[in-house]
């Protein structure tokens, strides 16, 4: 791995001493994608030694994370397939849905967009100390492009403000990143996924370490949030026992008019983490009972020929192999 020079910043406090290296994807089969991921930051003086880089295949309705273990692949679902596929849908998710009248599945994804590009600014500003709101409409037509979904009336002015709030956390915490969109998994319970910030930050009078899960919405968390920093915190302390969490955090910015404010609700104590065991049995058993195969279609279609030749069936293991 290429090792960066920590960049330089005017605000000292977020130097970065760091490891940023970009990983990789490609479209493998129908609707699928797999991707190498590497974590976007990763502060070597404090952590030492980064865990080994993970794979994440995207394909119907199904994320999956893997590694290679020789040549074999190990698999792990992804914590929030885990989650969503377990876990009753939340009453106030229901109501949302039928209050929108066939509309919520589109709102959904543009939210999810919304999101994905909220979390690569904020990580952006973390990791250089500065952002330029100025430039952030066109960044956000070029991700848009990128990700062929078209920006709503609006969402660049909101976003600036969604940053603002974040950097005022930033300041009022006094946070120092540890590791930022880095991928684990569990090696026992069979899950892995992307921790949006690990950090040490000020709190209640005391610098402690904690995992900051950064949600867009302003309507409040849910049990699911919970849970998902319950699984964080496992693999966490799995992977770096030298640094244990003291706390577990949700974090989203707040539709603020005067001044920057967030919403920072500890989540340590939650009394729905102790689900997750058995969200972790019931998604076993589900896996047990999906079909993992493709039907890649190619070649040139010859009436006097073979069909055969223009389609095959692979397994999930065959098609990760043959991209390795």
């Keep these: 791995m290429k090792k960066f020079p920590p960049k330089k ?11 940023i290296v970009l990983g990789w994807a490609r479209e ?4 699928t994608k ?8 990763f502060n070597l003086d404090k952590l030492k030694q980064q865990p080994e880089p993970l794979y994440r ?5 199904h994320r999956y994370y893997y590694r290679f273990s020789g040549d074999e692949p190990v698999f792990y679902t992804s914590v929030t397939t885990l989650i969503k596929n377990t876990l009753p849908t939340s009453p106030f998710l229901i109501s949302w849905l039928i209050s929108k009248q066939g509309t919520g599945a589109e709102e959904a994804l543009e939210r999810a967009f919304y999101g994905t590009f909220l979390h690569a600014e904020c990580s952006n500003l973390l990791i250089n100390g500065k952002y330029d709101l100025e430039k952030l409409p066109e960044r956000l037509e070029s991700f848009s492009k990128q990700e062929d979904m078209p920006v709503k009336k609006g969402w660049a002015d909101e976003l600036k403000k969604d940053m603002l709030a974040f950097a005022q956390f930033v300041i009022d915490k ?13 090696p026992d319970d069979g899950y892995a996924g992307a921790l949006d910030l690990v950090c040490e930050l000020d709190f209640n009078r005391k610098r402690i370490t904690a995992i900051i899960d950064l949600k867009s919405g302003k309507k409040g968390f849910y049990e699911s949030h919970e849970i998902q920093l319950g699984a964080y915190r496992d693999m966490w302390q799995i992977h770096f026992p030298d640094t244990p969490i003291d706390k577990l955090f949700n974090l989203s910015p707040k539709a603020w008019k005067k001044s920057p404010t967030y919403e920072l609700k500890d989540q340590t104590g939650s009394p729905n983490i102790p689900k997750l065991p ?9 896996a047990d009972k999906r079909d993992d195969t493709f039907t890649i279609v190619s070649g040139e279609i010859n009436l006097s020929g073979d069909l055969t030749n223009n389609y095959s069936e692979k397994t999930l293991i065959e098609l990760v192999k043959e991209n390795k």
């Design 34 to 41: 797999i991707e190498k991921i590497n974590p976007l930051y």
């Design 174 to 186: 006094n946070v120092t990143p540890l590791a930022i969109e880095i991928c684990l998994y569990h």
């Design 57 to 61: 295949l995207d394909s119907k309705n």
């Design 28 to 31: 493998v089969a129908p609707e």
């Design 9 to 19: 910043s005017e605000n000292l406090k977020y130097k970065c001493i760091s490891e």
């Design 278 to 286: 058995y969200l972790v049995e019931l998604s076993k058993i589900e």
